[in-house]
C-alpha cells in the first residue's frame, strides 16, 4: 500500500520550545519530514522553519499560487481556500518558497521548504491544517512537498476497455477519460459483439480492436485494461487480466462475492499490479459538497443516514434486470449508495437486514424495491432504498447529525427544444444525473433551526481517471483502494442473501 505522507509526517501547531525544536531538526536530519504551522512571534519555529510571521491576515478566500515546482505537476497552479492566513518572510537565504499569496497585487510567501539533512521542514501560513488537509489540490501539493517523488515514466499508459459495449456505452466514457487526462491514452478495446468494435472504431479511430478479453491482454501497448462487462463475469476476468501483467480497474460492482475480491487483491498484490474499482459517483458534485459539509462538521457527528433512487416504471428489460447475470437488484445502485455510506461512517457494518419485494413486475428476475438497512456496532445505522415501484421519490440523500440534518432532493432533468417539422421536443433524462441541493438544517439553542442550502460542488472532471494516472506516474494514493470495494461488496452480498431469505438479520464478520 502507498504511504500517505500526511500520515508520515509529524505536524506540529503551537509554540515551540528549545527542547521540541531540536527534537524536530533531528527528525529532519534523519529522513522524516516535518509540517509545522508557524505561529507569530515564535522565534524558535522561525529558526528552525527559515521563515518567520510577517503579517496576520484575516479569515477570508484567498488564492495560493504553487510555484514551478514538480510537486505543482498535474496540479491546478492558483486555487482559493477559506481561511484565515500568515504571510511568511524569509529568514535564511536557503529556504524554498513553494507557494504564494497575492495580498493586494503583492505576493508573500505562504508555503515554503527547508532542506535539513535527509529530510525537510515544510512551513505553512495557513493554521488550519484540517482545512489545508482537506483541500483537494493543497493536501496533495503539500503531500508531496513532504515526500518528494519522480515520476516512474515519462510516456503515457496504455489503456484498453474489456466490454466496449453499444455506441455511447461505458467503453466510450473510459475512453473519453483516457483521452482528456494527462498520462493516459485508449489504444485498445475488446468486445465480443463485432457491431461493437465497429462503434469503438467509430469513437476513436486509432484504437486496436480485440475479439477478446485474452486478445486484449496479450496486448503489449495495453498496460492497464478496464472491464466494462456485466457484473458476473468481474472476477474472472479481473484475474485473468491481473495475471497477464495489466493493471486493472473494474466497473462497480468488484465482483459478487467477498471471497472473489479477496482472491483479486491478492493476485493484484502477487503480480505486483493495481487494481481499483471505478466508483464514479464518488465524484458526484452533490456527494462531494454533502461530504464536505459532515467532514466540516456542519451537522455534528452522523448517526443516521438514508439513501434512495427509483420511482414508478418498468424496469430496464437489459441484462441489468436479470440477477444472473447482475447479481440481483442491489448490486446495480447500491453499489454507489453503499460506498457512499460506507464512506461517511469510515467502516463497513457489523450487522444488515434487506427486505426484497416483487409484486409489479414479473417479466424480470430482479425484485421491484429493496431496503437494505445497516447497523455499526455503536448504534450508528443507515438504510439505502431501491424501487421501481414508488411513485413519489423519497429524498436522495437524508443524513442526521448530532447539530443538524441534512437533506437532498431529486428533481427532474428535462431538456427541451424545437425541431423544424416537429415542434417540442422533450428529453428526459434520468433522474439521478442531475446533482441535487442540499438543505441544511442545524440547531441554534437561541433562534431554534436555521436552515440554508447548498449548491453542489463545483465539477471536478475526470476525478477518478485523473487520481489513477497519479497513482501510476507518481505513486500518490489511490483514491479508490480495493479493500474499500471489498467492503461494499460484502455489504451487497449479505444484503442479497438476506432479501433472498425474507429479511434474514446478517451479521458480518
Request: charged share 20%; hydrophobic share 45%; proline share 6%.
Amino acid at each position: 500500500m502507498v504511504a500517505n505522507p500526511w500520515n508520515d509526517a509529524i505536524l506540529v501547531t503551537g509554540a515551540l520550545d528549545d527542547d521540541r525544536a531540536a527534537d524536530l531538526e533531528r527528525v529532519a536530519e534523519s529522513g522524516r519530514s516535518v509540517l509545522l504551522a508557524i505561529e507569530p512571534g515564535d522565534a524558535i519555529a522561525a529558526a528552525i522553519a527559515g521563515v518567520a510571521v510577517g503579517a496576520e491576515l484575516p479569515t477570508t478566500e484567498w488564492f495560493i499560487t504553487l510555484a514551478d515546482d514538480p510537486a505543482a505537476s498535474r496540479l491546478d497552479r492558483e486555487v482559493p481556500i477559506t481561511t484565515a492566513l500568515r504571510a511568511l518572510a524569509p529568514i535564511d537565504g536557503g529556504i524554498e518558497v513553494a507557494a504564494t499569496t497575492s495580498v493586494r497585487f503583492t505576493h508573500h510567501p505562504t508555503i515554503t521548504v527547508r532542506r535539513l539533512g535527509a529530510g525537510r521542514i515544510v512551513a505553512t501560513g495557513i493554521a488550519d491544517l484540517e482545512a489545508l488537509r482537506r483541500h483537494p489540490t493543497l493536501s496533495t501539493f503539500v503531500a508531496r512537498l513532504l515526500a518528494p517523488t519522480q515520476p516512474v515514466r515519462t510516456t503515457d499508459f496504455g489503456v484498453g476497455v474489456v466490454g466496449y459495449g453499444p455506441f455511447g456505452a461505458m467503453g466510450y466514457l473510459h475512453g473519453l477519460a483516457a483521452t482528456e487526462t494527462d498520462g493516459l491514452a485508449l489504444v485498445a478495446a475488446a468486445d465480443s459483439v463485432a457491431d461493437r468494435l465497429v462503434a469503438a472504431r467509430a469513437d476513436f479511430p486509432d484504437l486496436v480492436a480485440h475479439d477478446s478479453a485474452e486478445s486484449l491482454g496479450d496486448d503489449p501497448s495495453v498496460d492497464i485494461a478496464i472491464i466494462a462487462t456485466p457484473p458476473v463475469l468481474h472476477a474472472e476476468l479481473a484475474l485473468a487480466l491481473l495475471r497477464a501483467g495489466k493493471h486493472v480497474v473494474i466497473e462497480k460492482p468488484m465482483c459478487l462475492r467477498r471471497a472473489d475480491a479477496d482472491a483479486i487483491i491478492a493476485t493484484a498484490a502477487e503480480h505486483d499490479r493495481v487494481v481499483t474499482v471505478h466508483q464514479s459517483r464518488r465524484w458526484d458534485r452533490d456527494w462531494l459538497a454533502l461530504r464536505h459539509l459532515v467532514d466540516s462538521g456542519d451537522i455534528g457527528e452522523v448517526f443516521n443516514t438514508e439513501t434512495f433512487v427509483g420511482g414508478f416504471e418498468h424496469p430496464c428489460r437489459a441484462w441489468h434486470s436479470e440477477e444472473s447475470i447482475s447479481g440481483g437488484a442491489i448490486y446495480d445502485w447500491g453499489s454507489h449508495h453503499v460506498d457512499w455510506i460506507l464512506q461517511l461512517y469510515g467502516s463497513p457494518p457489523a450487522r444488515i437486514l434487506c427486505s426484497a419485494h416483487t409484486r409489479v413486475w414479473h417479466d424480470t428476475t430482479n425484485a421491484d424495491q429493496l431496503s437494505l438497512w445497516m447497523q455499526w456496532d455503536d448504534g450508528r445505522e443507515a438504510t439505502f432504498r431501491q424501487s421501481d415501484v414508488c411513485a413519489i421519490r423519497r429524498p436522495k440523500f437524508h443524513v442526521e447529525g448530532t447539530r443538524g440534518t441534512i437533506e437532498g432532493h431529486y428533481r427532474p432533468l428535462v431538456t427541451d427544444y424545437v425541431v423544424p417539422g416537429r415542434g417540442h421536443v422533450a428529453d428526459v433524462s434520468h433522474h439521478a444525473e442531475a446533482p441535487v441541493d442540499l438543505t441544511v438544517a442545524t440547531y441554534d439553542g437561541t433562534l431554534g433551526i436555521r436552515t440554508s442550502t447548498v449548491a453542489p460542488a463545483p465539477s471536478p472532471g475526470w476525478g477518478f481517471h485523473r487520481n489513477l494516472a497519479d497513482h501510476l506516474l507518481l505513486g500518490e494514493p489511490l483514491a479508490v483502494r480495493p479493500e474499500e470495494s471489498r467492503d461494499v461488496v460484502a455489504v451487497l452480498e449479505a444484503g442479497q442473501r438476506s432479501g433472498a431469505n425474507r429479511g434474514e438479520l446478517i451479521e458480518i464478520g
